[in-house]
């Protein structure tokens, strides 16, 4: 024992770092990070700028190494271009660049790779890589990121791996040359020595905790945070448009490269022709589904739909807590309130998408304006990147809600949305009569309509409309086939020869749902119209006429947790468990607070016992087969751990003796 060499604590050591399979490694880390962040901002110019750096930087820093030689002005032109990059994003913040802080991240990792000299400045580039990656996870909105995750984690690992390795060869060559004498070498504790493991075993047990556990959507503690400048200018009623330029089309068109941007101008005009592109406009994150409202509009004249009243209601902000009140008359939450965050894509109008029943909005403007029918009003068109969020009720009205909706209708409704033009013909009030013939309630009435112009055909490119004519005759009897605003409008125009109080919106689909994520991607072709039925004492109630639109435009309940939807009700036991999971009750918050931490320390303890079990298995693996006696087995597994501990490595010309 008096031979015993006492454990010394760790030294930062700050000498060059040699191994280039180290420098590989981290590197390595690096660039899955900026490719993930690269992936989900789309700035592959500054991608390619800061892997060119990247990679100059791991090989002038390399070769200096092996040299022994630095050269001096490199290490101020660093210094130099580091701070330029801070200032660019800086700038970029203030100017509107696109993601400047993924820029400033990208460009810093590239730059500092000529100043990564020792083991410690290798560690700092690896948390480099994190940082980019972390970046990368704020954005990402599908599984591609998991697998950029488990890269980086396996490189990570084989980093640590690595070095154990390099470490050992360094102790062995100390032991080789001077074989006399016992170096006083620096030992790690058990526990110092296999906190890094543990840490990366963490990561991935949670990883995949977060992957396989609820985690609650409908309720967040914390709003997200804008970084854009907030829009100066006042609410603008009519319709900025700047993502796609506006062309009419009638007659015979080239179906192969047709394209318009229907929907969202301050008039609707039936007769135009055409297709939408499959461009992504934004991600939606939502626990609830919704169609992307945008505005509506009440007027019809045979061939286009227009809003009547264009003036604004200026909403009022509260300064404090910074979100404006929609409707400040408003209950405000009730027991199935939802918040979406919208991600702009692409440039867009200055129009708000919100879903159900919006009551608060989370927007960086000086003021909001709102029109007469509900749609929400910015100074400017929405920028690239801008990202705002809404506080909802669910729209989700039971049928036997609607059928009992019984009272008197306020004029400002029915003088505004029973309007009807004198081009509407006798034979389309007369086929609405028709149809809802069996009706007892406007509800029947509303379902009999829909579920009819359900049985007509879709068609992008239906015949022209010719002069003189009315789009919604022509639709019913001449055509029978249209695109949504056809289907919208015939329904419209049907309700209204009914009494009916009804009008024509124009918004977005919910979109592709990703359940890993919980995003809804929202493209062009997903823009769409739908109809607006007023009920007495429960307000405006949406429905689809078109057909090949799945689901409901009312939202329903919210998801309680993200993967709620991986889980079908309907396909569930019939236990009451099942029930009350399916509808999000009570029960949850008991699993939430008592049954999910027993289950990720189990998931916990799962993961470390498969880890022991596989160290083991490699341990076998490397005591040789002839070693059939248990005893001898023992001695290898004890000088194998042995080995770990005083991080040595044998050659395979040495002995264990």
């Not at 060059?16 to 789309?42: F, K, N, S, Y």
């Not at 360094?170 to 070498?185: C, D, F, G, S």
């Not at 909802?392 to 059928?403: A, G, H, K, V």
């Not at 919208?488 to 049907?494: E, G, T």
């Amino acid at each position: 024992m008096a031979n015993a060499q006492p454990i010394l604590p760790i030294n930062i050591d700050r000498s060059p770092e040699p191994a280039g399979r180290l420098r590989a490694l981290a590197a390595g880390t690096q660039i899955v990070g900026m490719t993930a962040e690269a992936l989900v901002t789309g700035l592959w110019g500054m991608w390619i700028i800061a892997i060119v750096l990247l990679v100059v930087g791991h090989v002038y820093t390399y070769r200096a190494i092996q040299s022994g030689k630095r050269t001096p002005w490199v290490r101020v032109a660093a210094f130099v271009a580091f701070h330029v990059t801070f200032f660019w994003m800086f700038v970029g913040i203030f100017a509107g660049f696109t993601y400047p802080q993924a820029q400033f991240a990208m460009l810093a990792t590239g730059v500092v790779t000529f100043e990564i000299w020792s083991r410690m400045n290798l560690n700092a580039a690896i948390g480099l890589g994190m940082a980019n990656l972390y970046v990368a996870a704020t954005l990402s909105r599908g599984w591609d990121f998991f697998f950029f995750l488990v890269a980086y984690m396996v490189l990570w690992l084989a980093y640590l791996w690595t070095a154990d390795n390099v470490d050992g060869q360094k102790q062995n060559v100390v032991r080789v040359q001077q074989p006399a004498q016992r170096p006083r070498t620096v030992r790690r504790s058990p526990l110092v020595m296999w906190g890094a493991r543990f840490a990366v075993l963490m990561a991935i047990a949670f990883t995949l905790v977060f992957i396989l556990t609820p985690r609650f959507a409908g309720r967040p503690l914390f709003m997200p945070v804008t970084l854009r400048l907030p829009v100066e200018q006042e609410p603008s009623a009519s319709v900025i448009n700047p993502a796609v330029p506006l062309v009419q089309i009638q007659g015979e068109v080239n179906r192969d490269d047709s394209e318009y941007y229907f929907g969202f101008a301050d008039q609707i005009d039936l007769s135009y022709r055409g297709g939408l592109s499959n461009t992504v406009m934004m991600h939606v994150k939502s626990p609830a589904w919704s169609y992307w409202r945008g505005y509506a509009l009440d007027t019809y004249d045979g061939r286009t739909w227009t809003q009547s009243d264009e003036s604004l209601e200026t909403l009022p902000l509260d300064e404090q807590r910074g979100y404006f009140h929609i409707d400040p008359t408003a209950a405000g939450y009730t027991d199935d309130w939802f918040v979406q965050s919208f991600y702009i894509v692409e440039d867009m109008p200055n129009i708000l998408w919100t879903g159900g029943s919006p009551f608060r909005v989370y927007f960086a403007s000086r003021e909001l304006g709102k029109d007469v029918t509900g749609g929400l009003r910015v100074g400017a068109a929405m920028q690239q990147g801008t990202t705002y969020s809404v506080i909802s009720n669910s729209i989700d009205f039971t049928p036997e809600e609607l059928r009992a909706a019984r009272g008197a209708i306020p004029d400002s409704i029915t003088t505004r949305y029973l309007r009807l033009p004198g081009t509407v013909t006798e034979r389309t009030r007369d086929l609405a009569r028709e149809v809802t013939a069996d009706a007892a309630t406007d509800y029947d009435r509303v379902i009999s309509i829909r579920d009819h112009l359900l049985t007509y055909e879709y068609d992008f490119f239906p015949p022209p409309q010719p002069p003189n004519t009315d789009a919604v005759d022509l639709f019913l009897f001449e055509d029978q086939r249209g695109v949504c605003e056809h289907y919208v409008s015939s329904m419209v125009v049907m309700l209204r020869s009914l009494d009916i109080p009804a009008r024509f919106v124009v918004g977005y689909g919910s979109g592709d749902y990703n359940p890993m994520s919980g995003y809804y991607t929202v493209r062009a072709n997903d823009a769409h119209a739908w109809v607006e039925v007023y009920f007495p004492e429960l307000g405006w109630v949406p429905f689809d006429p078109t057909p090949g639109w799945e689901g409901d435009p009312q939202t329903g309940p919210a998801d309680t947790w993200v993967f709620s939807n991986l889980v079908d009700g309907a396909n569930l036991p019939s236990l009451p468990v099942a029930d009350v999971l399916a509808a999000g009750g009570g029960l949850l918050t008991l699993i939430g607070s008592v049954i999910l931490p027993l289950l990720s320390v189990a998931v916990i303890a799962g993961i470390v016992a498969m880890m022991v079990w596989l160290m083991r298995r490699y341990q076998l693996r490397r005591t040789p087969r002839y070693h059939t006696d248990a005893s001898r087995r023992a001695v290898f597994r004890a000088y194998w751990w042995a080995q770990v501990r005083l991080r040595l490595r044998r050659s395979p010309g040495r002995t264990v003796r």
